[in-house]
Nanobody, 111 residues
């Protein structure tokens, strides 16, 4: 059974940076789209960024220019580099790969 595991969350001050990682235990890693989603308290889960197997990316408007999604197929790992973080970025961040969800990692932006 494929497992998806996120890491890299934590507490950071406004303006700071974090890098999230997502590792998927599948030999077919390179063939699937990878997406990062987030869910803040009382809100619906939303797509933050997505990267296709060929490396095409798209971003939610509020993170454009601040977040960068990437993937290393050899390591079966995807990344979400988050810069210039804002309090409104506070949420649980989830990775989805090949239809499988990770358990989520908490990101808190606060002074």
């Amino acid at each position: 059974q494929v497992q998806v595991v996120e890491s890299g969350g934590g507490l950071v001050q406004p303006g700071g940076s974090l890098r999230l990682s997502c590792t998927a235990s599948t030999m077919l890693f390179r063939t699937y789209v990878m997406g990062w989603y987030r869910q803040a308290p009382g809100k619906q889960r939303e797509l933050v960024a997505q990267i296709t197997s060929s490396g095409n990316t798209n971003y939610e408007d509020s993170v454009k220019g601040r977040f960068t999604i990437s993937r290393d197929n050899a390591k079966r790992t995807g990344y979400l580099q988050m810069n210039s973080l804002k309090p409104e970025d506070t949420a649980v961040y989830y990775c989805q790969h090949g239809g499988v969800w990770g358990q989520g990692t908490q990101v808190t932006v606060s002074s």
